[in-house]
Each structure stands twice: as structure tokens, then as C-alpha cells.
């Protein structure tokens, strides 16, 4: 299908509504959209494929916007099979292409294709400029986010930045293509967070780098490679990358994550959340043998003060949570604060095992923490009244 967007350029991306892993790890409910572009100014250009499973829909778009013109560039500014899977297909259905891409992304894409597809390629990097007409696309090396060979480029013709994976989202969002059809711009947040934070979290200051580079650009359009296109308010997605690529929290709130085999820990994590709402604060409780990590991980991007309650497991950590915390050390978050609380029946170590997992991150970790034996008693109850306390005044 034919679908202008503005100016000379067209959406010929799709929607996978039935795809229930994105890289077989994420959990997406509402489907994963993978976004491509054409331009048609005096040349036309292809910017990016798509992923395999929408092959025949991306191809039969690509078909239908060209409507018999040949097709001169296909640019490639992620080389990640999500967007470069239909790659070879393309290059084969338009022998006059040009392969335009960074040195990186050719290696990466003959190893994915095992070809060599030099004689077909022109390289672009940082600041070069590919002139299609009346509009042109100039590079911005993007590295890390969030491969290394990542661009994104710029059209100054009509103040479009086309982000790669920056800005983009899980989900497919109902028919919407556009921000500007969500009832509540805040709508997008949650699922760009969760894809942000489990996609490009560790590399917040690559995206800060990026995003240092954007500033000195003036874009009244972001067309990321998955998700919403942002046809306006591209300030709120750039004000959300910058909170979240600097490890800011949106939420002073607290997050209190709990892992439990008895429900006794499960006991303690909801009596410190009840004490929590009595002195005013808010929490958010979350199993973590029920949650799948991806949210958890969003939510830790999302709330100042994260508490992390668990037994003791063979002398070390209740197995869900020591997969959690070893995740949450490789996001590299920080800025956080961080409270403990422990259970066991003989030796109790889980306090300290959680600590020296997350010793490493630059956040603050309380030093008063809870126990619990076995079971809450009126030793733990006080202890969880006191860390209570020291939450709500911090
Ligand atoms: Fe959507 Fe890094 O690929």
C-alpha cells in the first residue's frame, strides 16, 4: 500500500500484531511495528528494510509507493536484521541501487548475508550528505545506540530526524501511526520506556552524545524505526531520553520489588508498602517471579527509590532476583536508592549477597536494612517500621 506521510516521503513499514517476543526475550502485547521510509524527490531513496516477518507486506509497500520509478538508494542506518533482514531482497529487486551505509554496518551486513556487497555499497559517515533533490539526508554517526555502527540522519528541507532505534517503542498502538492521534501523548511512555531502558539502557551516554548533537538541530519530526512517528511534541520524546539517558527518575515513588517462595517475604514487602502510604508515600509492589524482567526494568528506569526484598537460596539469593540484580547491574542505572530487606531461616546473607551484586553502580544503598527469620515478628515489624521511615524522609 501507498501511505504518504508528508512531503515527498512515505510509509512503507508494517505491523507484526501477532508476535509475542521482540529478540525472542521481550514480551509484547500489543505487537511490534517495524517502521520504514521512502523519499521520492528527483532520486529516490529506500531507508531501511524491515524484519523478515513482514516481508511480503514491507516489499509489496516498497512496490506500490515506487509505482515503476526505479529505486537509487536504499540506506541502511542500523544494520540489526530487524531493519536490514529484506536487505539482499531489496538489492535484488533493484539492481541500480546503492547500498548506502557506514563502513561498519557493510561488515556487519555481509557477515548477516554472507556476501560481499562492497560493489554495490557507498559509504557514508559522520556529517556526509546524500542529496536526493530538493531534500537531502545528512549522517549523524549514532554509536551504541544501539549497535556500534548505528546512524540516524537529518533532512533540513523539512526538519526531520530519522532516529533509527531513538524514540521508538514496542507495540503497534491500535491504527495509529501518528503521536498526534494518541488521546494523551503520555500514553506512549510506559512501552518507550520499557523498550528504552531493556534495548539501549547501559548506553545512556551514547544516546546523551546523540541527543547533544540533535540539540543543535532545529526537528519538527522524529521518524523512528519502531513505534509512533512523532509529527509533533518531538520535545517530549527528546525531554524523556534526556531523563532517561542521564538515569533521572520520573517518579520519586517507590518501587518495591519482592521475591517470595512462602509469601512471608511477600508478607514484609506489603506491610512496608502499607507503612509507606501511611506516612504519605506512594509504592508500586511487584513479584518478581511473576513480572517479566522487562517491565521491572522500565520500572527501575521510572522510580527514585527501589526496594529489593528476597530469602536466602543456597547460602546466596532467591534465583529470580539474582537473575533481576545481575540485569540491573548490566543496565548500568544510577542515581537510585536503594533499600534492602532479607529473609532466612538459618544463615541469613541475602541483604549482603544483594549488595555486593549491585555494589559496582553508582547508587546509594541504605545501610539500615530488614530481616526477617523465617517469619514477621515484632523484631521485623519494628525493622520495617524504621526502614519506613528512613524512605519517607529521604
Ligand atoms: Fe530495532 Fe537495534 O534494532
Redesign the pocket.
Known amino acids: 500500500m501507498k501511505r504518504h506521510l508528508f512531503d515527498t516521503t512515505y510509509y512503507v513499514g508494517a505491523c507484526h500484531r501477532t508476535k509475542t517476543l521482540f529478540e525472542n526475550l521481550f514480551p509484547i502485547p500489543n505487537g511490534m511495528r517495524y517502521n520504514s521510509y521512502i523519499i521520492k524527490d528527483e532520486k529516490t531513496a529506500l531507508l531501511d528494510t524491515a524484519d523478515e516477518s513482514v516481508g511480503e507486506e514491507f516489499l509489496e509497500n516498497v512496490i506500490d509507493t515506487l509505482e515503476g520509478k526505479p529505486l537509487d538508494y536504499l540506506v541502511v542506518h542500523?544494520a540489526?536484521p530487524?531493519?536490514s533482514a529484506l536487505v539482499l531482497k531489496i538489492l535484488n529487486l533493484f539492481p541500480a541501487a546503492k547500498l548506502v551505509t557506514s563502513t561498519q554496518s557493510l561488515k556487519y551486513l555481509n557477515q548477516f548475508t554472507g556476501r560481499d556487497l562492497s560493489a554495490r555499497a557507498e559509504i557514508v559517515k559522520d556529517g556526509d550528505e546524500l542529496k536526493l533533490g530538493k531534500r537531502s539526508l545528512t549522517f549523524i554517526a549514532a554509536p551504541m545506540v544501539?549497535?556500534p555502527e548505528v546512524m540516524v540522519s537529518y533532512d533540513k528541507s523539512t526538519s526531520t530526524l530519522f532516529s533509527a532505534?531513538a524514540f521508538?517503542s514496542f507495540g503497534c498502538s491500535e491504527g495509529n501511526l501518528f503521536i498526534s492521534g494518541l488521546n494523551n501523548i503520555g500514553d506512549w511512555t510506559d512501552e518507550a520506556r520499557r523498550y528504552y531502558s531493556n534495548?539501549v539502557g547501559r548506553f545512556g551516554v551514547n544516546v546523551t552524545a546523540l541527543l547533544k548533537k540533535a540539540a543543535a538541530l532545529k526537528i519538527d519530526r522524529i521518524l523512528p524505526?519502531?513505534g509512533l512517528i512523532f509529527d509533533t511534541n518531538c520535545g517530549f520524546a527528546i525531554d524523556k531520553y534526556s531523563l532517561w539517558s542521564s538515569y533521572s527518575a520520573e517518579s520519586k515513588d517507590v518501587l518495591i520489588v519482592y521475591g517470595s517462595m512462602y509469601q512471608n517475604t511477600k508478607k514484609a514487602a506489603e506491610i512496608l508498602g502499607a507503612q509507606l502510604s501511611q506516612n504519605g508515600v506512594k509504592s508500586k509492589i511487584t513479584d518478581v517471579s511473576y513480572t517479566d524482567f522487562s517491565y521491572i526494568i522500565s520500572d527501575i528506569f521510572k522510580y527514585e527509590k527501589l526496594v529489593f526484598a528476597c530469602p536466602t537460596y543456597y547460602g546466596g539469593l532467591f534465583p529470580r532476583m539474582e537473575q533481576l540484580l545481575n540485569l540491573v547491574k548490566k543496565s548500568a542505572v544510577k542515581n537510585r536508592k536503594i533499600y534492602l530487606m532479607e529473609n532466612g531461616t538459618w544463615a541469613v546473607t541475602a541483604a549482603k549477597n544483594m549488595s555486593d551484586l549491585l555494589s559496582d553502580l553508582k547508587v546509594e544503598i541504605c545501610e539500615n536494612k530488614v530481616t526477617v527469620k523465617s517469619a514477621c515478628n515484632s523484631d521485623s515489624l519494628s525493622q520495617i517500621e524504621a526502614l519506613a521511615k528512613t524512605i519517607s524522609n529521604s
Open positions: 542500523h540489526e530487524d531493519h544501539h549497535w532505534d521508538g534495548i524505526l519502531h
